[in-house]
Nanobody
Framework: QVDMVESGGGLVQAGGSLRLSCAAS????????MGWFRQAPGKEREFVAA???????YYDESVEGRFTISRDDAKNTVYLQMNSLKPRDTAVYSC?????????????????WGQGTQVTVSS
């Protein structure tokens, strides 16, 4: 069993920044890719960013250049630094541990999920 706990969400004005954290349990954290996804009210869950076991990163074009994903394997933690936030970034953000060492944008490739943290960006 792998437990994932997100933190760092909140309310921020447009143009502001937030840093999300996701702490994972288990000894195998460093062996797998990690991803961030988000779901806005009334919309399907969508891919945001992912990082491979080796640290390669991949972003959805909607956040490219504004968001940065990183990982600290010594702390079993993955981060999502979000800058220049926009109202359309408002969503529940969830982290997930992948089943592979490489990143994908398919949520079906991530078997373990956190409960999510709310990010609200006001205009």
């Amino acid at each position: 069993q792998v437990d994932m706990v997100e933190s760092g969400g909140g309310l921020v004005q447009a143009g502001g920044s937030l840093r999300l954290s996701c702490a994972a349990s288990g000894r195998t954290f460093s062996a797998y890719a990690m991803g961030w996804f988000r779901q806005a009210p009334g919309k399907e869950r969508e891919f945001v960013a992912a990082i491979s076991r080796s640290g390669d990163t991949y972003y959805d074009e909607s956040v490219e250049g504004r968001f940065t994903i990183s990982r600290d394997d010594a702390k079993n933690t993955v981060y999502l630094q979000m800058n220049s936030l926009k109202p359309r970034d408002t969503a529940v953000y969830s982290c997930a541990r992948g089943r592979y060492t490489y990143y994908t944008r398919n949520s079906g490739d991530y078997p373990y999920w956190g409960q999510g943290t709310q990010v609200t960006v006001s205009s």
